[in-house]
Nanobody, 125 residues
Framework: QVQLVESGGGLVQAGGSLRLSCAAS????????MSWYRQAPGKERELVAV????????NYEEFVKGRFTISRDNAKNTVYLQMNSLKPEDTAAYYC??????????????????WGQGTQVTVSA
C-alpha cells in the first residue's frame, strides 16, 4: 500500500522556521522525483519545490527561493522541506507528491503518481 505521510506543520510567528517531513512507503522511493506543493484557502494548489531522485537537482518557485530548502534521505524514504523566514502568505496546507522519473530529471510536467494528505502551516503576523 502506497503512503505519503506529511508531518511537521503547525503555527509559527512570522520570521520563524518549520521543517516538514514526508515519509514514503509502498514504492521504491529512489525511483521518484519528489515535490512539495501548497494550497491556501480559496487558491489553487501551487508547486513550491522539487528534487530529483538522488537529490542532485532541485528547483524552487520564486516566492520561496532563498528561504526554503528541499532535501531527501533515500535511506529513510523521506523528503524534507526546511522553511525559514516564514511569512503570513506562506500559510497553506502543504502536500508532498511523487513522480516516477529518470535520473537527474525533475519531471514537473508529469502528473504525480502519488499524493500525501497534507499538513497545515499557519504563519501569524
Amino acid at each position: 500500500q502506497v503512503q505519503l505521510v506529511e508531518s511537521g506543520g503547525g503555527l509559527v510567528q512570522a520570521g520563524g522556521s518549520l521543517r516538514l517531513s514526508c515519509a514514503a512507503s509502498g514504492f521504491t522511493f529512489s525511483d521518484y522525483a519528489m515535490s512539495w506543493y501548497r494550497q491556501a484557502p480559496g487558491k489553487e494548489r501551487e508547486l513550491v519545490a522539487v528534487i530529483s531522485r538522488l537529490g542532485g537537482s532541485t528547483n524552487y518557485e520564486e516566492f520561496v527561493k532563498g528561504r526554503f530548502t528541499i532535501s531527501r534521505d533515500n535511506a529513510k524514504n523521506t523528503v524534507y522541506l526546511q522553511m525559514n523566514s516564514l511569512k503570513p502568505e506562506d500559510t497553506a496546507a502543504y502536500y508532498c507528491n511523487a513522480r516516477s522519473c529518470s535520473l537527474g530529471s525533475l519531471c514537473v510536467w508529469k502528473t504525480p503518481d502519488y499524493w500525501g494528505q497534507g499538513t497545515q502551516v499557519t504563519v501569524s503576523a
